[in-house]
């Protein structure tokens, strides 16, 4: 969340339109303009975690109010996976920005109690996350990695597309 505030600050100082699509959090009101909430629901490990159901944003009539010259995902599920969709549908180019092993959090969607109790689970996923994330991320136009070690093992897994090395920023306090 901090890296996309500070991208989203950082290219408005430059002049440029940016729109956030993140997941609606129960009694949350956003302070700044530009984002847009989709429906969530909360992961069933971890409730303060929300996971958006962007199902509105399927009409035709709610995509032609945004004009996108470029879609930026940081997410390989629900709302990346929808905006991968729609710049596939109106041919704008994609980047996706890879933040996370998903196979490192099974604990957010199993309770961990289960994963430690049914062998085999956190290899499955592990699995089933390293066909799907290739092929993910093989779909954008460009990738950019938080680190050469990510970049190395994006390759190693299968991504075949060009991967830019770009550090996460921190903000300063």
Known sequence: VTSIEMAKKSLEKKGHEVTVFAPSVPRYKD???GIYRFS???FMAHK???IGVPVEFLNDKNLKRFDFD???VHTP???GALALGITRKYYVPCVGTFHTLCSE????????QFVGNIKGVKILFDKLSWRY???????MDSIISPSERTKN???EKGVKKKISVVPTAIKES
């Open 48 to 50: 303060e975690y929300r």
């Open 105 to 112: 959090y099974i604990h957010y969607f199993i309770r961990p």
């Open 153 to 155: 093992l994006l390759e």
């Open 70 to 72: 470029v879609m930026h």
């Open 40 to 42: 969530s629901v909360s």
């Open 31 to 33: 302070s700044e303009s």
């Open 77 to 79: 599920v629900s709302i």
């Open 133 to 139: 994330l290739p092929w993910f991320y093989n779909q």
